[in-house]
Structure formats: structure tokens, C-alpha cells
């Protein structure tokens, strides 16, 4: 399938059909940010690729479109247009608010069995898909599950993925995933059934989220693949005999031994407080084309329903595809199947659909800063609402063409239920338990085997290791009135107290905000608790409704945070005085003082003492640590902010690039140190 390629006109296809706001992510290849679709009001997550950048990874991106393009399931993260310059690649894709699920276990330090039983179903569910549309992933890990609105987990980065041209029951032999959740016979270098290699992540997976750390850890990668090979880890004392019954048959050594995803479907683990198999298929076929959907952009297009229904049908991953996925979307979650209405006094000519929108926001984008925005933030609030997935004409999953396990026999009488349910939610899971520390672990393996010592992934990253790597700097200013990177030199934002920096503008929003937080668990900090935060997003949740304002307050919040910085420093000047006043979330870490400038401080006086480069925005420290050969291994936001009811200061934490747990021991290791 073709995808949608303009030459030299940059980003003005996107900017057509989008508004573009902030980053929210980046990984290996690409800058994710927040968009929005004008017609139809939808958010998105747009991520970005420079080809230049890309160079010999361009083939990786290209395998992740064409997967995306074929895989269309609830927990799989959809794709809605593909837009391909000649320099860059954008990826409409579904916006998950709720962030990465990684982000949330160590939130939580660790999920109880039941929450953890409420995502490993979602998972397997997304498996089971995968699999059976004929691909392996090859990259499980939590920072690649993502959670929508609705709490529900999709899966993402499909750029290591593989389709066997006989069907996943032939042997791979390329090596690749993260070396953490790579299965022994992957690193050993030897040939390997796809779908077996993704059993053993699902298990490392599992494992991550009842314990909060890996089953197979260790900073030297020698004696990591030696304990992966060996497949012995210890099972804390928390782990009921079922849960260390079902993480010892994912992770087996030896794959034929290991336990299959059509298996899992309805594991008695699995299927415990349930009684029913994980529903795998897939609840969003594309072959069925949804009649209301051709209906409004028939008339929004001015064509017949056959030639609008001919045009989806063509998949191209343009506009066409976007609307009518976008519209689709919609519909699942109740809102109404309405494009938005043509500017006033707007004549044929000028349709949305025909044209792009003719009346095109004043909206600058670059491919190095963040996207600028100047429009209404009306548009983004009009859009939001809290519709869970409703009840839509059922249908029979025709999308369906292959079994759980990836095999190629097409008689899908042994998964496909004839009635699909809509309805996506889960039992409400249990959030409250104690909190773990690692020494709990009861070891009842021992490490005696021996290992051939072949292994064929690269040495994991070095992690940035405090300790050892410390660099006590007894220089550095420590007030929060300078704006310092480590190098000494000031940097180009301005002082939280000062006059016209981004740390002024908080008290506007602070008043637009902090509505609901009077039932919040608040935790104190503590350096037992370390990374122990609030869980905002969840709470409320139960019965899988989200609340009104929820989730989505966060990017709304991020939304009026650029709009204040678009404004002119006359106008920005008495906006914000101090930090800013958010709602607390799951990414952000109480502390137990009242005094931001305080805890500023005293952030500031660490992290030279890690080794960790920062420039300072008013209350954000905006962080890095380098490589051994000049590259950023590690970037991260610590942004001192302040809570209400209780009025304490918060850490707002986020991981932009880096190695997920490397990044959480070095978060950890800096709010712990700092004593806040
Ligand atoms: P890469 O392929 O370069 O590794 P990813 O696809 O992993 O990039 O995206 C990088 C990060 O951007 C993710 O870890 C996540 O935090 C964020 N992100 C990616 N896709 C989405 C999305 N659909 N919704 C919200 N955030 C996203």
C-alpha cells in the first residue's frame, strides 16, 4: 500500500490536516508529539522521523508502517495516515494519554496480582493478535505498552518486528529486542520461533510488573545473558504459587517447554475472578466498513457512498484513511459521527474534505523545537469527553486470518467466537497493598548451571551508575534564582523569580486547574518510599469509567502551558510567580516540604554529584548524561512543582530518552539523595 508522499513541501501536509502541540516522547528514532485532527477533533500522537537521522534504521521504520498498516486491534496502537517527505516520515497514530505502562509500575513500585492479571489478559489479547495476523514483536517491554484514556493498554513499536514469509513457525535469526527481556535462545544466537521468543518477554514482563524490577538484572551483560541462559531468578515472598506457577512456564529455558500464547488464552491464572478466555480476536476488523462513518464523510465530500466507501477501501494511510479511522474512533467511544462544520460562508470549493482546510491556524512548526501553537484551546476542551467504549453494531471478526500461535492454518473455527462483545472493560483491579523492597525477595532457585557463554545481542547500555561515576562538584549554585547548566554557563531561560521566563506563567493555570485532587492519596516522600507517587490517573476509575477531567486534564494542562508561553513576555509578566500548580499524577513524586525553592535547591545540588547534565527553566531541570563517545544516553524533565490539599511540593518526573531502568535507578537514586 502506498503511503502519502509530498516532495518538498516539508510539513505542510501534516499541518494541513493537524495541529501539532508538544513533545510527549521520544525513543530511539523518533520525536512523538501531541496533535490534534481538525475535522474531526480527534487527538493524536504524531511521531516524527528525520530520514537523515534514521539512515541505516530507515528499513526498521518502514517494517513498523507496514505491520501498523495490517494490524488493527484494541490493543494494538492504531496507525491513521503515514506522510512521507523527502526528508522526514510523520506516523498519525491513536494518542495514549496515560503514558507508558513502565512509567506506571514504577509509580506504583509494583501492581498486585489482580491489576496485574487486568493488563497480562490485554497483553496476551494483543499476542494472541499479532501472532496470529503472522508476526512476532520482538520487543515487549513495558516502555512499549501504552495506556489510553480508558486505562487499557496498547501495544506500540513495531519497528523490530518480523513476519516470516511461511508463517511464524519458521525460524528467525536476526537478534534484537532489549537485552533484558530477550529469551535465551535469542541471545544465544541461535535460530528461534518467533512467537516462543515473545512467551519469555511476556514473562519478563510479567514479572516486571507484580515486582517492580527485572527477574534477570545485572550492570555487567556478561553475567546478565548468563543468568537469561540459565533462566534462574528469585520469586519474592509476595508471589502466590499460581503466579510463580505461570512465570516459571513463560520463562522456561528451553522453548518447546515453554507454555504457548494460545495457552495462555485460557490459563487458569489467566482466566482466575474472569471465568472466561482472554478475547483475542480482533473487535476492529478492517473489512468491515462502517456504514455511518462513509455516510458523514459522503456528505462532507460531496461524493456518492459508493465512491466514498471504494476510496477508504483503497487503505492508503492518507487524509482518507485518517477521517474515516478517526471518525471510527469516535463512534467506539460514543461521541457523535460528525465531522466539523465548514468555515461559514465557505462554498463547495472550499470542503474540508476536497481541500485540506483552507483556513489553516497560524501554527509554525519545526523539526527541532516543539511544535508553537497559536489557536483556540476551545476546539481541544469542545472534543473532550469521557465516552467509554459503547455498544456498536456487532459483527463478525472477518479481520480474523490466522490462529493465536502465528501458525499459517487458516480455519479460524478454534478461536473466533461467532459474537464479539464491544465492550472492553475489566474487572475494577485492587490498587491498595503494601509497599515491597527488594531484600524481600525469597531466593529458592539456585544459579548452578553452567552456560555455553554464547551470546550473540550486543552489550546492553552501561548504566549511568551514581556511585561510581560521582563527580562531587561543591561549585554548583544551588539557588533556584540562577539558571545554570553544569557547565557554569547560564542558560537562555530566566529565573523562577525572575522577570519573563516560562516559570512566571503558572499562576494562571494553576487557577484553571486542581479541581478534584481533595480525594487523593497522598503519600509523603520518603526515601523508603522513593519512587512511591500518587496515582491520580487511576483513581476514580473504577468500573473502568473514567472521570470527567481525568487523564486528559494532563494534556489539556500541557496544551495551556503553550499557549501561556506563545504569549509576549509583557503579557506572559506577572502570570507566574512560582512553580507550577498541578494536579498530582502518577509521574509525579510528593515530597513531604512546602518550600519549592527549597527542594529546587536541593535537586540542584545532586545531580552535578551524578554526573548529570541539566539546564535549568525556571522550576524544570531539563537533565542528561552522556555516553562514553559523546552521545546523550539519558534525557529527563525533573520539574519542581506544587501540589494542593495537601499543599506540598511535588517532582514531576519524565523520561524523554534512555533506557527505562537505568532511568528509574538514576530518578530514585537523585530524589532519595536529595533527601526532599
Ligand atoms: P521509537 O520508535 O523511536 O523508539 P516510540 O514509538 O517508542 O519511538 O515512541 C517514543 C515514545 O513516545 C514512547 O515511549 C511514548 O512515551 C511516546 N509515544 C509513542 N507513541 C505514542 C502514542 N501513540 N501516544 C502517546 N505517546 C506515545
Redesign the pocket.
Known amino acids: 500500500m502506498p503511503t502519502e508522499r509530498t516532495k518538498d513541501h516539508g510539513a505542510e501536509e501534516l499541518h494541513k490536516h493537524y495541529r501539532v502541540y508538544e513533545t510527549?516522547?521520544?525513543?530511539?528514532?523518533?520525536?512523538?508529539k501531541?496533535g490534534q485532527h481538525i475535522l474531526t477533533g480527534e487527538k493524536?500522537?504524531i511521531?516524527i522521523?528525520n530520514k537523515k537521522d534514521l539512515a541505516d534504521d530507515l528499513p526498521?521504520?518502514k517494517v513498523?508502517i507496514e505491520a501498523m498498516k495490517n494490524l488493527s486491534h484494541q490493543h494494538v496502537?492504531r496507525l491513521y495516515q503515514v506522510i512521507e517527505t523527502s526528508t522526514q516520515i510523520f506516523?498519525v497514530?491513536?494518542?495514549?494519554?496515560?503514558?507508558?505502562l513502565?512509567?506506571y509500575i514504577i509509580a506504583k513500585d509494583r501492581l498486585s496480582e489482580e491489576e496485574t492479571r487486568v493488563f497480562f489478559r490485554q497483553i496476551v489479547s494483543a499476542m494472541a493478535y499479532v501472532h496470529s495476523q503472522g508476526y512476532a514483536h520482538r520487543d515487549l517491554k513495558p516502555?512499549?505498552l501504552?495506556i489510553?484514556e480508558d486505562h487499557n493498554l496498547?501495544l506500540?513499536?513495531f519497528?523490530l518486528c518480523a513476519r516470516p514469509k511461511g508463517g511464524l513457525s519458521y525460524e528467525l535469526m536476526t537478534c534484537c529486542g532489549s537485552p533484558a527481556y530477550a529469551a535465551p535462545e535469542l541471545i544465544q544466537g541461535k535460530a528461534y520461533i518467533g512467537s516462543e521468543a515473545d512467551v519469555w518477554s511476556m514473562g519478563v514482563l510479567m514479572f516486571a510488573l507484580l515486582c517492580g524490577y527485572l527477574p534477570f538484572d545485572d550492570d555487567n551483560c556478561m553475567i546478565l545473558y548468563r543468568k537469561i541462559t540459565r533462566g534462574k531468578y528469585d520469586n519474592p515472598r509476595w508471589l502466590s504459587p499460581g503466579t510463580i506457577l505461570l512465570l516459571n512456564q513463560m520463562m522456561q529455558v528451553d522453548p518447546k517447554r515453554r507454555v504457548t500464547v494460545r495457552q495462555l488464552l485460557d490459563h487458569p491464572w489467566v482466566m482466575k475472578d474472569y471465568n472466561s478466555p482472554v478475547e483475542w480476536f480482533s473487535k476492529q476488523p478492517l473489512c468491515h466498513i462502517d456504514e455511518d462513518c462513509i455516510t458523514e464523510m459522503a456528505v462532507n465530500m460531496k461524493r456518492s457512498r459508493e465512491s466514498t466507501t471504494a476510496l477508504v477501501k483503497e487503505w492508503r494511510y492518507d487524509h482518507t484513511t485518517a477521517i474515516y479511522l478517526l471518525l471510527l474512533s469516535k463512534k467506539q467511544r460514543g461521541k457523535p459521527v460528525r465531522l466539523r462544520p465548514e468555515p461559514a460562508g465557505c462554498e463547495d470549493s472550499c470542503s474540508p474534505l476536497h481541500q485540506g482546510l483552507q483556513t489553516r491556524e497560524a501554527l509554525h512548526f519545526s523539526e527541532d523545537e516543539d511544535a508553537v501553537i497559536v489557536g483556540s484551546l476551545d476546539l481541544c476542551s469542545e472534543y473532550i469527553d469521557d465516552c467509554p467504549w459503547v455498544s456498536v453494531p456487532q459483527h463478525t471478526p472477518q479481520g480474523v486470518r490466522g490462529r493465536p500461535d502465528g501458525t499459517t492454518n487458516k480455519d479460524t473455527r478454534l478461536t473466533s467466537p461467532s459474537v464479539e462483545r464491544r465492550c472492553a472493560y475489566s474487572p475494577n483491579p485492587e490498587r491498595g497493598r503494601a509497599t515491597p523492597r527488594r531484600q524481600e525477595r525469597g531466593e529458592n532457585k539456585e544459579n548452578k548451571e553452567n552456560s555455553g557463554d554464547i551470546f550473540a545481542l550486543p552489550p546492553p547500555r552501561t548504566p549511568v551508575s551514581s556511585k561510581k561515576n560521582a563527580r562531587p562538584n561543591k561549585n554548583v549554585l544551588t539557588t533556584p534564582n540562577q539558571n545554570t547548566n553544569t557547565s557554569g554557563t547560564k542558560s537562555n531561560a530566566v529565573t523562577p523569580k525572575g522577570g519573563s521566563s516560562a516559570s512566571k506563567e503558572h499562576n494562571k493555570k494553576g487557577a484553571a486547574e486542581n479541581k478534584d485532587s481533595a480525594n487523593l492519596e497522598i503519600l509523603a516522600f520518603s526515601p523508603e518510599r522513593r519512587s512511591r507517587s500518587l496515582d491520580m490517573a487511576v483513581k476514580g476509575d473504577s468500573g473502568g469509567k473514567k472521570k470527567r477531567g481525568g487523564k486528559v486534564f494532563g494534556s489539556l494542562e500541557r496544551g495551556l502551558d503553550k499557549v501561556i508561553t506563545m504569549l509576549t513576555p509583557s503579557k506572559r509578566r506577572g502570570l507566574r510567580d512560582g512553580p507550577r500548580k498541578i494536579k498530582a499524577q502518577y509521574n509525579v513524586t510528593l515530597t513531604s516540604q512546602t518550600n519549592p525553592d527549597q527542594v529546587l535547591n536541593q535537586i540542584l545540588s545532586i545531580l552535578p554529584e551524578k554526573n548529570i547534565d541539566f539546564t535549568q527553566q525556571g522550576y524544570t531541570l531539563k537533565c542528561q548524561t552522556w555516553g562514553d563517545f559523546g552521545k546523550v544516553t539519558m534525557a529527563f524533565e525533573l520539574e519542581v512543582c506544587m501540589l494542593q490539599r495537601p499543599e506540598v511540593v511535588g517532582v514531576r518526573r519524565q523520561?524523554l530518552k534512555g533506557d527505562a531502568w537505568v532511568y528509574k535507578h538514576l530518578v530514585e537514586d537523585v530524589l532519595s539523595t536529595s533527601r526532599i
Not at 93 to 100: A, D, K, R, S, V
Open positions: 510527549i516522547g521520544s525513543g530511539g528514532f523518533a520525536k512523538v501531541l493524536v500522537a511521531k522521523m526498521r521504520v513498523e496502537c506516523m497514530l491513536e494518542y495514549c494519554p496515560g503514558g507508558e513502565f512509567d516502555e512499549n501504552l489510553d496498547k506500540i513499536d519497528g523520561r
